[in-house]
């Protein structure tokens, strides 16, 4: 497989350049995640990098994307597929009107 050298910005791995492997398209993932491990062995952290374009034109061989850091770790604000959205509650109350509980 074809890999780019890739910039990361912001968080733990800001200025470094990492090989990252491109898909079919020569672009590379949408999101990179790095899980971090723990020292006293719990669960990995795990660092959440978005791409973005890069400003200009770089030179020959050098990625058009970069990284840049999520620090909210992969929460979306939209459901990845529209027909992934939960369905919405039902009305709790017969007629929707709202019970009266004072008398």
């Known amino acids: 497989m074809k890999s780019e050298d890739t910039p990361f910005e912001g968080g733990p791995m800001d200025g470094r350049v990492l090989p990252v492997l491109v898909g079919p398209t020569g672009h590379p993932p949408k999101t990179y995640r ?9 669960p990995p952290t795990v660092l959440v990098y978005r791409r973005v374009p890069r400003p200009g034109r770089g030179a020959i061989g050098f990625a058009r994307w970069k990284y840049l850091y999520d620090p909210e770790g992969g929460t979306r604000t939209r459901p990845r597929w529209p027909w992934s959205r939960p369905a919405a509650a039902p009305d709790a109350t017969p007629g929707g009107k709202p019970d009266d509980a004072d008398g």
């Open 34 to 42: 790095i899980p971090v491990p723990d020292p006293d062995g719990g």
